[in-house]
Nanobody, 118 residues
């Protein structure tokens, strides 16, 4: 069974920083892309950033220059460093990974709340 477990969310003032981590565990053969999504109340889930196994990175325009995604392939872990946080970054942040068990499939974490106060 595959599990994605996020950590690092919390409450921070505007301008502050947080670092999210997501560890993938279970009977995994291979992991391809990994990424972070977020969903604010009343809004659709949106991509924050993604990173391929080779290190190719994509960011949402709203976080470019403030957020940094990285991964440690040896630890099956993806990180999201969030700096200069704004109240509009408030959302539940979800980790996503494309994982090969018997077939390639997308897996999700349970989400971690990030709240930025003004």
């Amino acid at each position: 069974q595959v599990q994605l477990v996020e950590s690092g969310g919390g409450l921070v003032q505007a301008g502050g920083s947080l670092r999210l981590s997501c560890i993938v565990s279970g009977s995994i053969f291979s992991i391809n892309g990994m990424g972070w999504y977020r969903q604010a109340p009343g809004k659709q889930r949106e991509l924050v950033g993604s990173i391929t196994v080779g290190g190719k990175i994509v960011y949402a325009d709203s976080v470019k220059g403030r957020f940094t995604i990285s991964r440690d392939n040896a630890k099956n872990t993806v990180y999201l460093q969030m700096n200069s946080l704004k109240p509009e970054d408030t959302a539940v942040y979800y980790c996503n990974a494309r994982i090969f068990v018997r077939i390639w499939a997308d897996y999700w974490g349970q989400g971690t709340q990030v709240t930025v106060s003004s």
